[in-house]
Antibody, heavy 116, light 110 residues
Framework: QVQLVQSGAEVKKPGASVKVSCKASGYTFTSYDINWVRQATGQGLEWMGW????????GYAQKFQGRVTMTRNTSISTAYMELSSLRSEDTAVYYCARSTLLFDPWGQGTLVTVSS | QSALTQPPSASGSPGQSVTISCTGT?????????VSWYQQHPGKAPKLMIYEVSKRPSGVPDRFSGSKSGNTASLTVSGLQAEDEADYYC??????????FGTGTKVTVL
């Protein structure tokens, strides 16, 4: 079955970077975009950006431009999201999702905690 | 890009119906028929319930239905069941590979 499995929880200090992975299985990795969405505790969903695994092309929400980088390794069907210059407000669960003008399925989420 | 506007909460008794609105602009909801709805239970990842305004993925009960008029989309849950108690989010394509989510609605089954 189509599945996205994300890397485990991370704890980072302010100013550091975090890189979250998202491994796809059950479909051709290069045939669908991967989008990233985050959710702070008790808050709503926030779209961060997209990546085309075939071309490597990316697009980021204006809020994250300059701080986020989305990449992939097609040989292992894995997408990555790296967020730099972390601050406490970046503490959230980060989700990857396969997308074709909708998001389905989603990864299980990765909790990133930013704390000194 | 501003978040789409949803009511914070909605409720109904078992068997009743509840409708959630999702208001955007002509640049997102009103401009494209790519509105989708997601159900999220506590501690879980979101699950696709409706796509392209009114289409249901296989496995989603037909109690869930979607519609759109102008800049506002709606999700209706008919015949409410206890397991429908969750947070619901709308999402819309906003052009140039951009997306925007709604503010979320907590549905309570009384």
């Amino acid at each position: 079955q189509v599945q996205l499995v994300q890397s485990g929880a991370e704890v980072k200090k302010p100013g550091a970077s975090v890189k979250v992975s998202c491994k796809a299985s059950g479909y051709t990795f290069t045939s669908y975009d991967i989008n990233w969405v985050r959710q702070a505790t008790g808050q709503g969903l926030e779209w961060m950006g997209w990546m085309n695994p075939n071309s490597g092309n990316t697009g980021y929400a204006q809020k994250f431009q300059g701080r986020v980088t989305m990449t992939r390794n097609t040989s292992i069907s894995t997408a990555y999201m790296e967020l730099s210059s972390l601050r406490s407000e970046d503490t959230a669960v980060y989700y990857c999702a396969r997308s074709t003008l909708l998001f389905d399925p989603w990864g299980q989420g990765t909790l990133v905690t930013v704390s000194s | 890009q501003s978040a789409l506007t949803q009511p914070p909460s909605a409720s109904g008794s078992p068997g009743q119906s509840v409708t959630i609105s999702c208001t955007g602009t002509s640049s997102d909801v009103g401009g494209y028929n790519y509105v989708s709805w997601y159900q999220q239970h506590p501690g879980k990842a979101p699950k696709l319930m409706i796509y392209e305004v009114s289409k249901r993925p296989s496995g989603v009960p037909d109690r869930f239905s979607g519609s759109k008029s102008g800049n506002t989309a709606s999700l209706t849950v008919s015949g409410l069941q206890a397991e429908d108690e969750a947070d619901y989010y709308c999402s819309s394509y906003a052009g140039s590979n951009n997306f925007v989510f709604g503010t979320g609605t907590k549905v309570t089954v009384l």
